[in-house]
C-alpha cells in the first residue's frame, strides 16, 4: 500500500504558485520522499527529493515538515505546461529502489 | 540524468499471443525495476529485476504470465505472455543513478 495520500485533483492560475501538499504520517527515519510527476501518459518525470531539510532545484521546491509527517511541493510559477498528475512517493526503506505510487494530485493549470 | 530507452513504445496485439518489452538503461545499474499502469490507474510495481538472479515480483504478479530477462548492468526484458484484453497497459522500466530513480518512456500496449 502507498505510504502518501494526496488530494486527487487542485486549480492553479498560471504564473502563480502551485502549492501541492502531501501526507505521510508513518514514513521512518531513513525514507526519503519523492516527487515525480506525469504528463498524457508519459514516464514519471523526476522533480525533487529529499529526506529532512527543505530542497529547491530549478524546476520546484520542497517543504517538509519537522516532524516529516508532511510536505508540500511548490512550483513557483506555474505555466500551462506544468499540468500533469503529480505524485508523491516515499521510497521504501533506504537500501531499495523500489518506489510505491499511490493516486497523486491532478494539477490542471489555467490561463 | 539517466537515459533510460524502451522499446517498442507502442504495439497493438491479438489476444493469445505475446509480446517482449525491452529496456536499455545508459549506465550500468544493479536494479531495474518493471511497473504497470493500467489506464486511468496510478502505476504498479511488478517485479525488481537483479542482474545474476532471478527476478522478485510483487503481490498478485507470477513469472510465468510476466517472465523477465537481465542478461547484463544495463538491459532486461518484460514479456507479457498469453495476452488479454486486461494485459493493455503502459508498461514502464526504471532505474537508479546516483540518488534519483528515473523512469523510461513507456511501451503502450493495446490488446485486441
Known amino acids: 500500500d502507498a505510504k502518501t495520500t494526496q488530494p486527487p485533483s487542485m486549480d492553479c492560475a498560471e504564473g502563480r504558485a502551485a502549492n501541492l501538499p502531501c501526507n505521510h504520517s508513518?514514513?521512518?527515519?531513513?525514507?526519503?520522499v519523492y516527487w515525480y510527476r506525469q504528463i498524457h501518459s508519459q514516464g514519471p518525470q523526476y522533480i525533487i527529493h529529499?529526506?529532512?531539510n527543505n530542497e529547491t532545484n530549478e524546476m520546484a521546491s520542497l517543504i517538509i515538515t519537522e516532524d516529516r509527517k508532511s510536505s508540500t511541493l511548490i512550483l513557483p510559477h506555474a505555466t500551462l505546461r506544468d499540468t500533469a498528475v503529480y505524485y508523491c512517493?516515499?521510497?521504501?526503506?533506504?537500501?531499495?529502489?523500489?518506489?510505491?505510487f499511490g493516486t497523486g494530485t491532478r494539477l490542471q493549470v489555467f490561463p | 540524468s539517466a537515459v533510460i530507452s524502451q522499446k517498442p513504445s507502442r504495439d497493438i496485439c491479438q489476444r493469445g499471443t505475446s509480446l517482449t518489452i525491452q529496456c536499455q538503461v545508459d549506465s550500468q545499474v544493479t536494479m531495474m525495476f518493471w511497473y504497470r499502469q493500467q489506464p486511468g490507474q496510478s502505476l504498479t510495481l511488478i517485479a525488481t529485476a537483479n542482474q545474476g538472479s532471478e527476478a522478485t515480483y510483487e503481490s498478485g504478479f507470477v513469472i510465468d504470465k510476466f517472465p523477465i530477462s537481465r542478461p547484463n548492468l544495463t538491459f532486461s526484458t518484460l514479456t507479457v505472455s498469453n495476452m488479454s484484453p486486461e494485459d493493455s497497459s503502459i508498461y514502464l522500466c526504471s532505474s537508479r543513478q546516483g540518488n534519483t530513480i528515473y523512469f523510461g518512456e513507456g511501451s503502450w500496449l493495446t490488446v485486441v
Open positions: 512517493i516515499v521510497r521504501v526503506g533506504a537500501s531499495t529502489d523500489k518506489l510505491i
Open positions: 529529499g529526506l529532512k
Open positions: 508513518t514514513i521512518s527515519g531513513n525514507e526519503y
